[in-house]
C-alpha cells in the first residue's frame, strides 16, 4: 500500500501537467464544438436549400469517420497539402469538428421539440424569426439541450485522449511516457483513469446542478 | 373598399395539397364590429382566421386587411408588411401559447419590448393596467404553469392587447377550459367588445355569440353557408346545413337517441 501511494504522488505532478492540457483542449474543442454545432443547426433549419445541403452533407459525412482519422487527416494530411498545423491547432479543429456534428444535432433536435404554437404565438406578436428563436425557441430548447449536451462533453473528455497519437502533451501522453520509463503500467493507467473520472466527476456535478437551479426557477 | 372595413376577404381559398380547407370565403368585418365564426369542426374555421394575420399562407383570393392587400398564391410576405399587420391584429389561441419559460409579465411585455422598442418601465406599466382589467395583477411575477387554464387565456389577451391592436382574432379562446372557468375569460372578451374592438371570434358558445356578436358566420363543407346578424343567423337560419348544424349544436341530446338506433342492431347480434 506504501508503494503503490508513493509512486502515485510521485508521478502525480507530471500526470496533472497533462490534465492542464486535457482541461485546456476540451474546453477549447467545446467552444469551437457548440459554436460550430449551433450554426450547423442553423444550416439545416435554413430554408434556403444550399445551407441545409452543406450542413446535411458535413453532419452526415463527419459524424461517420472516426475521430482518430479526422485527427490524423487535419495533423498529417493536411501537412501533406501544405497546411501545416501544430499538434494542439489540429486537435481542437479535429475534436471541434467532430463534436460540432453532435452538438448540432442535438441543437436542432430540441428545437424541432419546441412546440408550433410557441413559434405561432411568437409570429402573430410580430416577432421577427431571429427574435422568435432568440427570445423564444432557445431559451426553451435549452432544457432539452443540456442532458444530451453533457453526455457528448463526456465523450468529447475521453476523445482528448487520441491526441497522444500525435504527441499532443495531455494526461494520456503523460502517463504513456511514464509507463515505458517506469514499466508500471497498471499504475500509471489507473491513475490516469482516476483522474479522467474525477475531472468528469466535477463537470456533470457543475452541469447538473445548474440544470436543476434553472429548472427549479421555473416552476 | 370604405374607410370603415378593416377587414375582406374576397373568395379566398385554403388547400393543402389536394386537401381542400375552405373555398371561396368572401367576408367583410367593419370597425368595431364583433363577427362570430361557428361551425362543426373541420369547416375550416381555424385556419381562414390564421390566414387573416398570414399565419398561413392562402392559395387563391384576396384579402384586404388594414390597408394591406394581399394575394393568394404568395408563400413569404415581405418582412416590414407582415410585421405591420401583426403587430396591428391581435390572435388569441386556443391553446393559450403562453411562453413557459417568461413569467406573466414578461410574457406580456415581450413582443411590445421587442417588436415594438417601448421602453421596459413603460411596457410594465401598459401590461400591469392590463392585468388589473382582467383581474390577475397579482399574478404578475408568476410563471404560466402555476396558473389555471383561464388564468393563462386571461394572460393571453393581456398578451395580444400589449401591443395595441386594432383588430383581435380568437381562436375558440374558450374551448380547452373548464366550463367553471369560461366565464372570466369571456367576461374578458366582451369587455373588450363594448369597448369597440374589431374582432374575430371562432367560437362554440352560442349563447356567447349570440349576446355579443354583432354577425355570425356558419362555416361547414369547406365554405361559408350562411351569415347575417347574429340573432337572425342563430335563432331562424335560413339555409338547411346551417339549421341541422346548430340544431345538432343546441340540442346535444337527441343525437344520443340516433347513436343508440344505430347500436341496437349490433347489440342484437350477440
Not at chain 1, 166 to 186: K, R, W
Amino acid at each position: 500500500m506504501q508503494t503503490l501511494w508513493s509512486v502515485w504522488m510521485q508521478y502525480l505532478p507530471l500526470l496533472l501537467k497533462g490534465t492542464v492540457m486535457t482541461v485546456e483542449l476540451t474546453g477549447a474543442a467545446l467552444v469551437v464544438g457548440v459554436v460550430f454545432g449551433f450554426l450547423l443547426a442553423l444550416g439545416r433549419l435554413s430554408h434556403i436549400r444550399v445551407l441545409d445541403t452543406v450542413a446535411t452533407g458535413y453532419v452526415e459525412v463527419i459524424r461517420a469517420i472516426p475521430v482518430l482519422i479526422i485527427l490524423f487527416i487535419t495533423y498529417y494530411a493536411f501537412a501533406e497539402l501544405g497546411l501545416v498545423l501544430s499538434g494542439v491547432t489540429a486537435a481542437v479543429v479535429s475534436l471541434g469538428g467532430f463534436y460540432a456534428t453532435q452538438y448540432g444535432e442535438i441543437f436542432r433536435g430540441s428545437i424541432l421539440g419546441i412546440d408550433r404554437g410557441q413559434t405561432e404565438a411568437a409570429a402573430a406578436l410580430g416577432l421577427s424569426h431571429a427574435q422568435t428563436l432568440r427570445r423564444v425557441v432557445l431559451p426553451q430548447a435549452f432544457f432539452t439541450i443540456l442532458p444530451p449536451a453533457t453526455n457528448q462533453l463526456s465523450n468529447l473528455i475521453k476523445d482528448t485522449s487520441l491526441v497522444f497519437t500525435i504527441s499532443v502533451a495531455d494526461l494520456m501522453y503523460q502517463a504513456n511516457s511514464a509507463l515505458s520509463v517506469n514499466f508500471l503500467p497498471m499504475d500509471m493507467l489507473m491513475e490516469a483513469g482516476v483522474i479522467y473520472f474525477i475531472f468528469y466527476l466535477i463537470i456533470a456535478k457543475v452541469l447538473g446542478r445548474w440544470e436543476l437551479n434553472v429548472q427549479r426557477r421555473r416552476n | 373598399m370604405s374607410n370603415d372595413v378593416v377587414i375582406r376577404t374576397d373568395r379566398l381559398t385554403k388547400r393543402f395539397g389536394p386537401l381542400s380547407v375552405f373555398e371561396e370565403v368572401s367576408l367583410e368585418v367593419k370597425k368595431s364590429e364583433v363577427m362570430a365564426i361557428i361551425g362543426p369542426s373541420g369547416a375550416g374555421k381555424s385556419t381562414f382566421i390564421r390566414c387573416l394575420n398570414y399565419l398561413h399562407p392562402f392559395n387563391q383570393g384576396k384579402l384586404d386587411i388594414l390597408g394591406h392587400t394581399i394575394l393568394g398564391g404568395k408563400h413569404h410576405l415581405p418582412r416590414e408588411e407582415l410585421r405591420d399587420i401583426r403587430t396591428r391584429v391581435g390572435m388569441v389561441f386556443q391553446t393559450f401559447n403562453l411562453f413557459p419559460h417568461l413569467n406573466v409579465l414578461e410574457n406580456i411585455t415581450l413582443a411590445p419590448v421587442e417588436v415594438k422598442r417601448v421602453a421596459r418601465a413603460n411596457a410594465n406599466e401598459r401590461a400591469m393596467e392590463l392585468l388589473e382589467m382582467v383581474g390577475l395583477s397579482a399574478k404578475a411575477k408568476m410563471y404560466p404553469k402555476r396558473l389555471s387554464g383561464g388564468e393563462q387565456q386571461r394572460v393571453a389577451i393581456c398578451r395580444a392587447l400589449a401591443m395595441e391592436p386594432e383588430v383581435m382574432l380568437f381562436d375558440e379562446p374558450t374551448s380547452m377550459l373548464d366550463p367553471e372557468l369560461v366565464g372570466d375569460v369571456l367576461a374578458a372578451i366582451r369587455r373588450l367588445a363594448s369597448d369597440g374592438m374589431t374582432m374575430i371570434l371562432v367560437t362554440h358558445e352560442m349563447q356567447f355569440a349570440k349576446d355579443v356578436a354583432d354577425t355570425v358566420v356558419i362555416m361547414a363543407d369547406h365554405g361559408v353557408v350562411e351569415t347575417g346578424p347574429a340573432r337572425e343567423v342563430l335563432e331562424s337560419p335560413r339555409t338547411e346545413r346551417a339549421q341541422s348544424f346548430l340544431h345538432r349544436v343546441l340540442h346535444p341530446e337527441e343525437a344520443n337517441d340516433l347513436i343508440d338506433a344505430k347500436m341496437a342492431p349490433i347489440g342484437g347480434r350477440q
